[in-house]
């Protein structure tokens, strides 16, 4: 299959500050290599692109490799005075992938710690590693861990998220109660269609990739019912994807969503 739309990658192992109204001002932990994207999904949306487009021709940052980057970046930035709220694990792909991600963790926590205490760290996956015990636990010691959960539908998440072999959305939501409410659950609403193209073929097809309605939204509530996380983010798509057709999901639309997440007692941000 191919894409039609420009997309953009970071810097690694450490790209930004970027300043955002939410985050203030943060600072990103690309554990994957800065000239290709290596995940476990390969969303339809994804910024970076897709995985097939974007090989990487270098290695991932080894965990030595992140440590110097970032104390420099860090002592730098204490020493100039300037501010620094957040350190996000991002980037190309997902971070839970590295090999040495528990390790980095505790590298990470304990800069933090000597140079920016009141700096939160935050980390944005999709989740496909966490029925693993050592991500569980290094996702439980940072301050914001964000799991990925667009829908509860495997037909839905076979076509947009396009998972790795293997994966398996009731093991998710299993592992997602595993974190005893500690994490936040992040989930993108779009609208609109995907109409895909087979390399080499003519042949095209379409489909909705609209997941606002009730046939989505009812079971991912009741998903959220069982998870019970600490706060709920939704969001729509925001820059550039790799395929046409797809489109944001109105403001209004994202807030109605969130009304029902607060309903349940839940905390939910809404992100447009
Ligand atoms: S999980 Fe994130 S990085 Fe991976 S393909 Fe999806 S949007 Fe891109």
Redesign the pocket.
């Known amino acids: 299959m191919s894409s039609d739309s420009p997309t953009s990658l970071h810097a690694s192992p450490i790209f930004g500050p970027v300043r955002s109204r939410r985050l203030g001002v943060s600072l990103g932990v690309n554990l994957m290599p800065g000239d290709g ?1 290596m ?5 339809v ?4 692109g897709i ?1 097939g487009e974007r090989q990487p021709h270098s290695p991932r940052p080894s965990r030595e490799q992140v440590l110097t980057a970032l104390e420099r970046v860090l002592a730098q930035r204490h020493a100039d005075g300037l501010p620094l709220h957040t350190i996000t694990f991002s980037g ?3 971070p839970t992938l590295h090999p040495d991600f528990p390790r980095i963790i505790d590298d990470v926590l304990r800069l933090r710690d000597a140079y920016f205490p009141e700096a939160n760290v935050s980390v944005l996956s ?1 989740a496909t590693q966490i029925h693993r015990p050592e991500i569980r636990e290094a996702l439980l010691k940072v301050d914001a861990n964000i799991l ?1 959960l667009d829908t509860v539908s495997a037909d839905y998440i076979r076509l947009i ?1 396009r998972p790795a072999p293997g994966f398996d959305v009731e093991r998710l939501v299993a592992s997602l109660c595993l974190f005893g409410g500690r994490l936040i659950i992040q989930t993108l609403f779009m609208r609109g269609a995907l109409t895909l193209r087979w390399s080499g073929s003519d042949e095209t097809k379409t489909f909705s990739a609209d997941n606002t309605s009730d046939a989505y939204v009812v079971p991912w509530l009741e998903a959220l019912q069982r998870i019970r996380p600490a706060s709920v983010m939704v969001y729509t798509i925001d820059r550039p994807t790799p395929f046409g057709g797809l489109q944001k999901a109105e403001p209004e639309v994202l807030e109605s969503i969130a009304r029902r997440v607060r309903n349940l007692g839940m905390p939910c941000n809404v992100s447009y």
Do not use: V
């Open positions: 994207k995940c476990s999904f390969d969303c949306y994804c910024e970076c995985n190309n792909g997902e999709n990925k998220d």
